[in-house]
T-cell receptor
Framework: DAKTTQPNSMESNEEEPVHLPCNHS???????IHWYRQLPSQGPEYVIH???SNVNNRMASLAIAEDRKSSTLILHRATLRDAAVYYC????????????FGTGTRLTIIP | GAGVSQTPSNKVTEKGKYVELRCDPI?????LYWYRQSLGQGPEFLIY????????DSGLPNDRFFAVRPEGSVSTLKIQRTERGDSAVYLC??????????????FGPGTRLTVL
């Protein structure tokens, strides 16, 4: 699987937007970009995914660069409950793919 | 509905002992995964079941680790002759094979294993 690179940590003020970057310069044409997050003392949870076009759901937005070599997860209005480790993961198909987690970005929300 | 459940939530054992960790997936989910997470790291894949069979066990670290899913629902991860390095949080996830599910995996809360 292609590798992703994320900053180790980020901070944001409560109620402000947060942009979490992910670089995936070796992404292949069939790789989907998935984001999961892990709240403290919990298992990871799915956030959003995309292939080429930007995506929105109730949790977040995903902005994908035109060359697909990077993407940004956008939390429009961060709350204290959004404090978590965010993982950017590439999945080559919708088959039986295991998730290959990196170390992710630890997001701290400042009240 | 009920999510993925794992028991026990915590397990403390002594080096050399045998342990079993249980995972109850979401009802109807055919795919089941086990991951292991060490402190400060992301989860690492161990094994994947599709139905009753292990479709990919490439992540199992050695032959002390074994997992079963005899009826295609509940799964048990078994660790023989535990070592201190086995201490970690063991996570289970399940997934529907419905294409509309977009490969979303649903994780349980994990079992924290401590080997003394």
């Amino acid at each position: 699987d292609a590798k992703t690179t994320q900053p180790n940590s980020m901070e944001s003020n409560e109620e402000e937007p947060v942009h979490l970057p992910c670089n995936h310069s070796t992404i292949s044409g069939t790789d989907y970009i998935h984001w999961y997050r892990q709240l403290p003392s919990q298992g990871p949870e799915y956030v959003i995914h995309g292939l080429t076009s930007n995506v929105n759901n109730r949790m977040a937005s995903l902005a994908i660069a035109e060359d697909r070599k990077s993407s940004t997860l956008i939390l429009h209005r961060a709350t204290l409950r959004d404090a978590a480790v965010y993982y950017c993961i590439l999945i080559s198909n919708f088959g039986n793919e295991k998730l290959t987690f990196g170390t992710g970005t630890r997001l701290t929300i400042i009240p | 509905g009920a999510g993925v459940s794992q028991t026990p939530s915590n397990k403390v054992t002594e080096k050399g002992k045998y342990v079993e960790l249980r995972c109850d997936p979401i009802s109807g989910h055919t795919a089941l995964y086990w991951y292991r997470q060490s402190l400060g790291q992301g989860p690492e894949f161990l094994i994947y079941f599709q139905g009753t069979g292990a479709a990919d066990d490439s992540g199992l670290p050695n032959d002390r680790f074994f997992a079963v899913r005899p009826e295609g629902s509940v799964s048990t991860l078994k660790i023989q002759r535990t070592e201190r390095g086995d201490s970690a949080v063991y996570l289970c996830a399940s997934r529907s094979l419905d294409p509309a599910s977009y490969n979303e995996q649903f994780f349980g809360p994990g079992t924290r294993l401590t080997v003394l």
